[in-house]
């Protein structure tokens, strides 16, 4: 094709590069074949220094392996986004198929996310790029086209050296218009195990949502740190988006986050994310967010954890001055909080006196349904307050944003509910309410 011409490169160039296609020069093998690392001469691409290139060798006994291959030069060499992987070349010299990428040297995300190596931040800015790219595939500026990539998995997001984003492997993409609000395609189910639209298998239509599904599957990846199919398992929790939806449902989602990860993980990020990632596994596609939507909610969540990181030494410098030497460290769905020990006498607790509350029993409490803990904890102290027939104030968190600004403001953003004050001192929470329960001496001080 004449209009790709300027693109071609020489297959004897793409050998000496890649060292004869040699094993030291393997990077991995795909769907339609496998990738090698090529380090071409500066004056090849009329650069001042050489390129370094990833080289897809297309396996031409591969069903729809050429179709697959002039598909991805057509689309590379139109749309152009810094979250897309960017195209070098290609040859067809003789029986070969081969299309050079640019190179990204952290290789794709499906290397990084089931370890400890990538913190919750550049977990979100990963996906925040990706998301971008994405949506930039669905509804390109200026142009009457968008592309509905078919294979969205952490194994098509690239990462460069600088752990940019790049979306890649667009052999089963397909264009639809996008100067309509849905775009629907009839096709065969096309794309990876796990990943793929259950309603696009089922109904053989595929629109922008199945991309949305797939890029949601890839949210909980993140967040879980584990590949959306793990064959140790055989039972449902082989599959992570069933699974997923299962502790959802059940409110035991906390459970299957990675621990590492929900240690970092600030709340109202957490909460953000979530959403997010579930409403994406929408059986019913009209359920599913935009991916406009998508990059909005994920670069609020990444601003959440920007903001709880940049004050976190503050706030957990106040929060140790406020407990003193003898606190201990609670972890719950992924937030830390501290909290006193009880082994000290009722005029020994520290003196933090909430609003109006000097003369009160206050607590302050919240079920958020996303983690359990804090719904059994708040209704177990509740009880325990209401079988002592003590007269004391509900501050629920959920109702009204201001106690929540309260509760911060005397304890550090960190804290979850419930939480107990007694005529102006702080007293606990639910593990040190019970443990003075047991010990004999919650009475006392309720009635002091």
């Given at each position: 094709?004449?209009?790709?011409?300027?693109?071609?490169?020489?297959?004897?160039?793409?050998?000496?590069?890649?060292?004869?296609?040699?094993?030291?020069?393997?990077?991995?093998?795909?769907?339609?074949g496998?990738?090698?690392k090529?380090?071409?001469?500066?004056?090849?691409?009329?650069?001042?220094?050489?390129?370094?290139?990833?080289?897809?060798?297309?396996?031409?006994?591969k069903?729809?392996?050429?179709?697959?291959?002039?598909?991805?030069?057509?689309?590379?060499?139109?749309?152009?986004?810094?979250?897309?992987?960017?195209?070098?070349?290609?040859?067809?010299?003789?029986?070969?198929?081969?299309?050079?990428?640019?190179?990204?040297?952290?290789?794709?995300?499906?290397?990084h996310?089931?370890?400890?190596?990538?913190?919750?931040?550049?977990?979100?800015?990963?996906?925040?790029?990706?998301?971008?790219?994405?949506?930039f595939?669905?509804?390109?500026?200026?142009?009457?086209?968008?592309?509905?990539?078919?294979?969205?998995?952490?194994?098509?997001?690239?990462?460069?050296?600088?752990?940019?984003?790049?979306?890649?492997?667009?052999?089963?993409?397909k264009?639809?218009?996008?100067?309509?609000?849905?775009t629907?395609?009839?096709?065969?189910?096309?794309?990876?195990?796990?990943?793929?639209?259950?309603?696009?298998?089922?109904?053989?239509?595929?629109?922008?949502?199945?991309?949305?599904?797939?890029?949601?599957v890839?949210?909980?990846?993140?967040?879980?740190?584990?590949?959306?199919?793990?064959?140790?398992?055989?039972?449902?929790?082989?599959?992570?988006?069933?699974?997923?939806?299962?502790?959802?449902?059940?409110?035991?989602?906390?459970?299957?986050?990675?621990?590492?990860?929900?240690?970092?993980?600030?709340?109202?990020?957490?909460?953000?994310?979530?959403?997010?990632?579930y409403?994406?596994?929408?059986?019913?596609?009209?359920?599913?967010?935009?991916?406009?939507?998508?990059?909005?909610?994920?670069?609020t969540?990444?601003?959440?954890?920007?903001?709880?990181?940049?004050?976190?030494?503050?706030?957990?410098?106040?929060?140790?001055?406020?407990?003193?030497?003898?606190s201990?460290?609670?972890?719950?769905?992924?937030?830390?909080?501290?909290?006193?020990?009880?082994?000290?006498?009722?005029?020994?607790?520290?003196?933090?006196?909430?609003?109006?509350?000097?003369?009160?029993?206050?607590?302050?409490?919240?079920?958020?349904?996303?983690?359990?803990?804090?719904?059994?904890?708040c209704?177990?102290?509740?009880?325990?307050?209401?079988?002592?027939?003590?007269?004391?104030?509900?501050?629920?968190?959920?109702?009204?944003?201001?106690?929540?600004?309260?509760?911060?403001?005397?304890?550090?953003?960190?804290?979850?509910?419930?939480?107990?004050?007694?005529?102006?001192?702080?007293?606990?929470?639910?593990?040190?309410?019970?443990?003075?329960?047991?010990?004999?001496?919650?009475?006392?001080?309720?009635?002091?």
């Open positions: 094709m004449e209009e790709f011409e300027h693109l071609r490169v020489p297959l004897h160039f793409i050998k000496l590069a890649t060292n004869n296609f040699g094993a030291s020069n393997f990077i991995a093998e795909g769907g339609f496998k990738v090698y090529g380090e071409f001469k500066a004056e090849f691409f009329q650069s001042g220094d050489p390129i370094v290139g990833a080289v897809k060798l297309l396996d031409r006994s069903d729809q392996a050429d179709v697959s291959f002039w598909r991805e030069i057509m689309l590379l060499s139109s749309y152009n986004h810094k979250n897309l992987i960017s195209l070098l070349g290609y040859c067809d010299e003789s029986d070969q198929r081969i299309i050079v990428y640019e190179y990204a040297s952290n290789k794709s995300l499906d290397f996310i089931f370890g400890p190596n990538l913190t919750w931040i550049q977990r979100l800015k990963i996906c925040v790029g990706a998301a971008c790219g994405l949506q595939l669905h509804d390109p500026r200026g142009s009457q086209q968008r592309v509905l990539h078919r294979d969205i998995k952490s194994a098509n997001i690239l990462l460069d050296e600088n752990w940019n984003a790049k979306i890649a492997d667009f052999g089963l993409s264009y639809g218009p996008a100067n309509q609000q849905h629907f395609l009839f096709s065969d189910a096309k794309g990876t195990l796990g990943y793929c639209d259950p309603m696009y298998i089922e109904t053989m239509l595929l629109t922008k949502e199945s991309d949305v599904y797939s890029f949601g890839v949210l909980f990846e993140v967040l879980c740190s584990r590949p959306c199919v793990d064959y140790s398992f055989s039972d449902l929790r082989r599959s992570l988006p069933l699974l997923v939806k299962k502790c959802y449902q059940e409110l035991t989602l906390h459970t299957i986050i990675d621990a590492n990860l929900s240690q970092q993980i600030e709340q109202n990020s957490l909460d953000t994310f979530v959403e997010l990632a409403q994406c596994l929408e059986k019913d596609r009209t359920k599913r967010p935009s991916m406009d939507l998508v990059v909005s909610k994920l670069q969540a990444l601003k959440y954890q920007e903001e709880f990181e940049g004050k976190q030494p503050e706030t957990r410098t106040s929060v140790s001055q406020k407990n003193g030497d003898d201990d460290k609670e972890q719950v769905a992924g937030l830390s909080f501290k909290f006193k020990k009880t082994n000290k006498p009722s005029w020994e607790y520290e003196k933090i006196c909430p609003p109006g509350g000097r003369d009160l029993i206050i607590l302050y409490t919240g079920c958020y349904t996303h983690i359990p803990k804090t719904f059994y904890d209704s177990s102290i509740e009880s325990l307050l209401d079988l002592y027939r003590v007269s004391y104030e509900k501050r629920d968190l959920l109702w009204n944003t201001s106690f929540k600004g309260e509760l911060e403001e005397m304890l550090g953003k960190d804290v979850l509910p419930p939480r107990l004050f007694i005529k102006g001192k702080y007293i606990g929470g639910a593990e040190e309410i019970e443990l003075l329960d047991e010990q004999g001496k919650l009475q006392l001080l309720l009635l002091a």
